[in-house]
């Protein structure tokens, strides 16, 4: 988020950039879901609304809130310790992150970014939230996965190594593919991101990553915790941290079917543009 809005807002956000201050956003691959201007309202300079499920609030300095000004899409700079403020902890599963409830009760506000230019950086930071996320949930699928099999090496049953079984070697060798092609799909859409200046051409593969890659997350997850039996959900089990990171980006990043979707509806827009091309 942070390097397509100080690219758009130039000299607004150096302080965020230098690591002087914490910049934080919210929702779905970084912004509300569905509708990313309905959650927040400009007037007057003040802002109105509340954002749900925002990462790392806690220890931020400011927000980036999406919202309307006059009917005009927008981004927002608010200060954290401004008034009309309020931060709510949210407890979730996953102890890895500290999301929250923001409320925003007439707040000071500074506009970044307004109109075209506001929905642009909307559209290509949710494609680089949805490569980064990819990328973790290859990154949580290798990780589970590394856990099983070292575990497999430890644990004894019937006298012998749990690896040793032929049905552990098989569930391992299914759940170590899904990592492979998780990571492969997370890398080649990094790379198209990387070799365009404009992120819109990536939404496909960035989509086709993201919708592969909770899958196979969650696929190896859920290997690695057969693999370690009743244990691998305990809190001293190292897994189980892992398990519900993987749970919580998912459902965080939107479902595969969204996803999928997403695409399926790209394809036949393209389709229909050709069709109706070819009969003109």
């Known amino acids: 988020t942070l390097p397509v809005l100080a690219a758009a807002a130039p000299g607004r956000l150096d302080a965020f950039l230098d690591g002087e201050q914490l910049l ?13 201007w309905s959650s927040a309202a400009v007037q007057d300079g003040r802002l109105t609304g509340e954002l749900f499920g925002v990462p790392g609030a806690a220890a931020a300095d400011a ?31 996953d102890r890895l992150e500290a999301p929250a409830r923001v409320g925003f009760d007439g707040a000071a506000a500074e506009a970044l970014v307004r109109g075209e230019q506001a929905q642009q ?11 980064a ?13 590394a856990m099983a099999v ?13 690896g040793s079984f032929q049905a552990v070697k098989h569930l391992l060798a299914e759940a170590s593919i899904d990592v492979y092609a998780a990571e492969s799909a997370a890398l080649a859409a990094a790379r198209r991101v990387a070799g365009h ?7 496909h593969d960035a989509d086709l990553a993201l919708a592969f890659n909770i899958d196979a997350a969650r696929r190896a ?33 939107g479902s595969p079917r969204s996803a999928r979707l997403a695409l399926g509806r790209r394809a036949l827009g393209r389709a229909a543009l050709a069709g109706s091309g070819a009969t003109s």
């Open 221 to 253: 997850a859920e290997t690695a915790l057969q693999v370690h039996g009743g244990i691998g959900f305990t809190l001293e089990c190292q897994l189980s941290w892992y398990f519900n990171r993987v749970l919580s980006r998912s459902g965080a990043l």
């Open 121 to 131: 950086v909307i559209e290509a930071t949710a494609v680089l939230a949805r490569v």
């Open 133 to 145: 996320g990819a990328a973790e949930l290859g990154g949580l699928a290798d990780a589970t996965v």
């Open 150 to 162: 070292g575990y497999a090496k430890q644990r004894k049953q019937f006298g012998r190594v749990i």
């Open 197 to 203: 200046s404009d992120i819109a051409p990536a939404r």
């Open 24 to 36: 934080a956003a919210t929702g779905e691959v970084g912004w509300p879901a569905g509708d990313p």
């Open 63 to 93: 927000f980036v809130v999406p919202a309307t000004s006059g009917g005009t899409p927008c981004l927002m700079l608010v200060r954290a310790d401004g008034p009309g403020v309020r931060v709510e902890a949210l407890r979730t599963y």
